[in-house]
């Protein structure tokens, strides 16, 4: 009986694919990669680590590579995942913990380790799910359905029985190259789902939200905060018009405009968005805008830095900031 499969896409990883298929050593009882056309040795690569190897090409939709690695496999779960990916768990661990669940897609978390230079952040998102009636959907920031219905996962896996590791933007330039990737997928969905008849506001505003979010990788602020208004523009309310709106005052302050950024970070705060986390926002803004005393104020209490979208970010990110706020006052640390 195949309980897991792991599911992967890849293209030219060839420096990558061994050390992903190594870390799934007795955890997976299949591994299913699909190819989207390398010219490296990925795919040989793939076959020696003991996959199934699916070739084929890139149909500029990362959910129709998915489903090509899905409908190979066999397995009760799928875990999915990518070659820039290493896992880390507690095999037995999870296997007894899975005897027990009766939900059809959980969460795992993410570690994405310091990117350009910055500060990294920690995640969870949908990577182990029930196979029946599973599909991807989405040509960018894809998301899985069953049976049509987006998943709606409650329950997270125990970090200490599964978490992955995430390398994908930690050389450097490998966010801006992979965002303008992003950012062409991202105007083609929009464009499909501006072509729906009926056409859905909510899906539009999702579609907008991604091309945003995918301009900011790209480097083009400009792209972001006209995506990020139009999303706002399309729905009122709800976790995509938060998540339009974080990004919108990150973008602003990014850009040096903390008045902006400390009004949208109220707008957030009145819809019920964590307080610590408007905290933080303003706190950016007030810095920005030379009151440091009142930034220091703001930060009062922050021991975490939690977005709309729950990405978990370094907590070394408080510290530079009062750090910052303290040389605006002259004094140090």
Not at 116 to 142: C, I, P, Q, S
Not at 252 to 263: C, K, S, T, W, Y
């Amino acid at each position: 009986m195949i309980r897991v499969s792991a599911c992967l896409i890849v293209r030219d990883e060839s420096d990558r694919i061994a050390g992903c298929l190594a870390s799934l050593q007795g955890l997976v009882d299949q591994v299913v990669v699909h190819d989207t056309g390398s010219t490296d040795d990925t795919v040989a690569l793939a076959r020696a680590g003991g996959a199934r190897v699916v070739e084929g090409s890139w149909s500029d939709s990362f959910a129709a590579a998915r489903n090509a690695s899905l409908d190979a496999a066999t397995g009760e779960w799928v875990l999915s995942l990518d070659a820039d990916e290493l896992v880390h768990a507690d095999v037995a661990g999870l296997r007894q913990w899975l005897d027990g669940v009766d939900d059809r897609a959980l969460l795992v978390l993410i570690r994405n380790p310091v990117v350009d230079g910055g500060h990294g952040y920690e995640y969870t998102t949908v990577k182990l799910f029930r196979r029946w009636g599973a599909r991807w959907v989405g040509r960018v920031h894809e998301r899985v359905v069953h049976d049509g219905v987006p998943v709606q996962p409650l329950r997270l896996v125990p970090p200490e029985l599964l978490a992955l590791d995430h390398r994908g933007y930690a050389a450097e330039g490998a966010a801006v190259r992979k965002g303008k990737r992003n950012l062409r997928l991202a105007a083609l969905e929009l464009r499909d789902r501006l072509d729906d008849r009926p056409p859905s506001p909510e899906a539009i505003a999702l579609a907008a939200l991604n091309l945003g979010r995918s301009a900011i990788g790209a480097g083009d602020p400009q792209q972001a905060v006209d995506a990020f208004e139009s999303v706002r523009e399309t729905v009122t309310g709800g976790d995509v018009w938060n998540e339009a709106t974080d990004h919108l005052a990150r973008v602003l302050l990014g850009a040096g405009e903390p008045a902006f950024g400390i009004v949208l970070a109220g707008q957030l705060q009145d819809v019920g968005v964590d307080p610590s986390y408007c905290s933080w926002l303003r706190a950016q803004g007030l810095a920005q805008s030379g009151d440091a005393v009142a930034a220091l104020h703001e930060l009062e209490g922050v021991t975490q830095i939690v977005d709309t979208a729950g990405r978990r970010h370094d907590p070394a990110a408080l510290e530079t900031l009062r750090g910052l706020c303290l040389e605006l006052l002259g004094t140090s640390t």
